[in-house]
């Protein structure tokens, strides 16, 4: 009796359960999974001299990737994502616990503040910053003024401008996280801790900090990760002297013309990806913190 | 009174902190607003030559770009539609019925929002190109669609985490079927959560220029027109259309969460 209730469960849920989770399914498989192992498979191919792409395997393309140009380039990826992911905690968790905090009624707006710029096409605010930076911009014109520099300083295409980039690219992956960790945070247990004569700063090292940490870890994975691969701050504000890894593989899919390379390229991009969320999982983080 | 007025100078700290973070993420903004009323005519259009407003008249003029800015919108409203629809029915299948590979399709959901947008760009031009699907507007709300997908299924997900699916039952127990019931029962619980997903999907959809730049084929969209347009300087009719932009999706939230700028809840 029971097993043919449950058959019949089954078949009266097949074709809805089909209907609405088919289209979701065909479409990670056809556009998520098909092209990542399309990029694997392409990564141990060659191009011939018209820079076509020969299927037959070769590990040519992983042999370059140890160049020393390019093993340049992913170390100094790895110190501008780095870099940009302190900076955007030490600014973003201060930022974020004021305006989680804040008893003012304007709270709502405060946040909404947050999200507005990045509203505004994110190349046009970048190349905003090169005007702001250049010699003539605003930045020198004002310190001239005050008389604090005597010339032009040279603010541009330095490896700290990419930064400056990232991070007002990045930061508010670091404060949205932050911001709904801080507010769920129980304002009687802040008070319960100072009560019982803890110092704000035992306070905040012994209980904000490890209630709050999930933010921090979702903030960062979320900031360092598209750090790698943002190729159009390194190419405004960097002129070629702060290249990152996605520099390295636009340039193969553009330029370049040497798709099997830029494959190889994006492999090591999705290494490490992997290991850095199989870090977060480990360490407690929540995959659904990520999404939104 | 030493401690007040300790507490008084913690609290000017925090505001002087916070109106400098927010100097830092609207300086840029400012700068395309100043640069859209720019006189100047000469490359790369950055000394100032005067205020004039004509950048808002010749606007309409510079068909290459509204043309962009018009697919733009195009691939924006028609890949939102997409990914509401197959994000909802994803997000409610999901959580209704168990089946086989369940968690695969959990953890695929999040490879699009994890992994460098650039990978997600050339794994996609690589596929177009290997099975010859002309690159151009498809290909675009192909690839759209499919990073704008787990995001309406993220927050639909969220809405359904205090869903009550006995109210479901009852309308089926009252006779509705299936279908009346997602609709009439379904949907209208789970709006908010849709609205909201949609939403987001516009956003990154309109902004999007990784992505778009390895899919797009000859089709121009507005951020690629920027991108274009930089290697020159950013002329003052791209400015000028980008604060027009700016202060419509000011309007867009006034209008539609007005309660916002009145007090918090």
Known sequence: MRKKHSKHEWKSNTLPSIVM??????????????????VAVMSFCRTDQYYNVVYQFSVENYIKLFNADYVKIYGQSIIIALLTTIICILVGYPFAYIIARTKS??????????????????LIRIYGWRSLLGTNGWINTVLQFLHLTDGPLDLLYKQGTTVLGMVYCLIPFMILPLYTAIEKLDGSLLEASSDLGAKPVSTFLEVILPLTSSGIFSG??????????????????????SDVIGNLIERQFKSGNNWPLGAALSIILIIVTLILVKIYQKMGGDMESLGV | ???????????????????????????????IVVNSMNATTSKPYLAWKGFTLDWYVKLWDNTALLEAFGNTMIIAIVSTILATIIGTLGAVGMYKYKFKGKGIIDGLLYIPVVIPEIVLGISLLTIFARVDIPRGMLTLILAHVTFCVPYVIFNVRARLAGYDSSIEEASLDLGANRIVTFFE??????????????????????????????VNGQTMTYPLKVMESIKSGVAPDVNALSTIILIGTILFVILTQGNLFKKAK
């Open chain 1, 105 to 122: 009624k304007r709270k709502q707006l405060l946040y909404m503040l947050v999200i507005i710029p990045f509203w505004t096409n994110s």
């Open chain 2, 185 to 214: 029962i379904t949907l209208p619980v789970l709006a908010p959560g849709i609205s909201g997903g949609a939403l987001l999907a516009f956003t990154l959809s309109i902004d999007d220029v990784i992505i778009s730049y390895f």
């Open chain 1, 21 to 38: 989770v088919g289209p979701v399914t065909l479409l990670l498989l056809f556009l998520v999974v098909a092209p990542l192992i399309f």
């Open chain 1, 220 to 241: 960062s994975i979320m900031v360092f990760i598209p750090c790698l691969g943002y190729f159009f701050v390194s190419n405004i504000l960097g002129g070629g002297n």
């Open chain 2, 1 to 31: 009174m030493k401690r007040r007025r300790k507490e008084k100078m913690h609290k000017r700290i925090n505001v002087i902190f916070c109106a400098l973070v927010y100097t830092f993420l609207f300086l840029p903004i400012s700068v």
